[in-house]
């Protein structure tokens, strides 16, 4: 694929993870949402990710229109379709690459195992099965960032604590856990946030969420990689 190298760094959340944790909760609230992340790279725009969250008759529906324009790389736009159990649980996604190329990945989760599609233009679908251990999964793609805004509503605020998620990046199609907890308000661009801390062995992501629970800015200390509400 041909998200950036610091960008795509979010992936290397999956790598050897092995972390032991206490479960994230069964039913997660999530909740309405809708805006716009722009996303930085070393303090400069360099694209956005307009995303919505909407509640349907049986669960949810998250969607995210993503813009990037890289220096030294061709503009690009990516759509993402979520659909989700009422308790937060992914149960399918759809990509789709609009800038030429018009590659598209589909999965299809059906509890604990997941069927990733490849699609390209030209050739058969390239189809892998996968499957997770216990616990809540959720789906992680490069440059998508509304998949970090539902992953700040799943995690249960009110145990609070570590808490371990069984994770898939599509786009990678790579399986792995990544542990969750919040680590309380911080100061941040002259307001007082709370601090949700993602982390494997290989790489730390913080989420600062609102007293609502609502992603405000993301950041990957050491990258200058980060996605800022507008």
Known sequence: MSAP?????????????ALTAAPAAAQPALSPDHGRLVILLHGSAVG??????SRQADGWSAQG?????????????????????????????????????????????????????LHQ?????????????????????????????????????????????????????TPGTITVQALGPHPIDGAV???LQVKSPGLEVELYVDTSHRL???RVPGSGAEAVRE
């Open 5 to 17: 190298r610091t960008l795509a760094a979010l992936s290397t959340l999956l790598a050897g993870a």
């Open 48 to 53: 956005t990710d307009d995303f919505s969250i």
């Open 65 to 117: 229109r993503i813009v990037l324009n890289l220096p030294g790389q061709n503009p690009e736009r990516d759509s993402a379709d979520l659909t989700l159990a009422s308790d937060g649980s992914p149960l399918r996604y759809h990509w789709q690459e609009h800038s030429g190329r018009e590659r598209a990945i589909d999965v299809e989760v059906h509890g604990h195992a997941a069927e990733v599609a």
């Open 121 to 173: 233009p030209g050739a058969a679908p390239a189809v892998e099965a996968f499957s997770f251990p216990q616990g809540h999964v959720v789906l992680l793609y490069n440059n998508v960032y509304e998949d970090y805004v539902i992953l700040a509503r799943l995690y249960d605020w009110k145990a609070r604590g570590p808490q371990k998620f069984s994770v898939l990046i599509p786009q990678d199609q």
């Open 193 to 195: 946030l709370d601090l």
């Open 216 to 218: 405000i800015r993301l």
